[in-house]
């Protein structure tokens, strides 16, 4: 068990529905990052938050977004969904976002399924 | 941040060392080499890391050669259990955010 949390595990939705992703980090962690891992691809960074505030973007899509609130728990918004968005999502979380030897902690992931 | 080249699969088997290799030839001298696994679409989990030296945990082994371009991960006694994606990784100390996963090595541990 990693630490990290993520509900829900598994999500069925339809074209053009709205989604949210939910992570809780390692007590402690300041940051969080998430991921998508579709089945023809690699894990791909999106986000990173660092104690509230976005850090990094990566190959994030528009209709995406993301937030990390005070109790430093974050949610991934998706919306406008595709059956392209069907995929694996993964957040992570580090104690810090600059520091090295920092290893980072994967939760179980969500498995979104669009039909 | 370097890229890396590893084999697509391997086999392994059980209770045998299981020996991963991994190329990075364009590491700079500021990136650490980062081994992750990733258990059947399960979440990734950190196994090791280095910089110059070789490392040793309770899960494996990281050599790195001196020149640094070339490392292989070893897993002392493959079990089962091993059986993975593992992704070995290049990064700059402060770059968490730019782990470039790419496809790893299928390991396969046979009985």
């Known amino acids: 068990d990693s630490g990290v949390t993520q509900t829900p595990k598994h999500l069925i939705t339809a074209t053009g529905q709205r989604v949210t992703l939910r992570c809780s980090p390692r007590s402690g962690d300041l940051s969080v990052y998430w991921y998508q891992q579709s089945l023809d691809q690699g894990l791909q960074f999106l986000i990173q938050?660092?104690?509230?505030?976005?850090?990094a973007k990566g190959n994030i899509l528009e209709r995406f977004s993301a937030q990390q609130f005070p109790d430093l728990h974050s949610e991934l918004n998706l919306s406008s969904l595709e059956l392209g968005d069907s995929a694996l999502y993964f957040c992570?979380?580090?104690?810090?976002?600059?520091?090295?030897?920092?290893?980072?902690?994967f939760g179980q992931g969500t498995r979104l399924t669009v039909v | 941040d370097a890229k890396t080249t590893q084999p697509t699969s391997m086999d392994c088997a059980e209770g045998r060392a299981a020996n991963l290799p991994c190329n990075h030839s364009?590491?700079?001298?500021?990136?650490?080499v980062y081994w992750y696994r990733q258990i059947h679409s399960q979440g990734p989990q950190y196994i090791i890391h280095g910089l110059k030296n070789n490392e040793t945990n309770e899960m494996a082994s990281l050599i790195i050669t001196e020149d640094r371009k070339s490392s292989t991960l070893i897993l002392p006694h493959a079990t089962l259990r091993d059986t993975a994606v593992y992704y070995c990784i290049v990064r700059v100390e402060y770059n968490f955010n730019k782990f470039y996963f790419g496809s790893g090595t299928k390991l396969n541990v046979k009985p």
């Open positions: 992570a979380s580090s104690e810090t976002g600059s520091v090295m030897n920092t290893e980072a902690f």
């Open positions: 938050y660092y104690n509230g505030e976005e850090r």
């Open positions: 364009t590491i700079s001298g500021n990136e650490y």
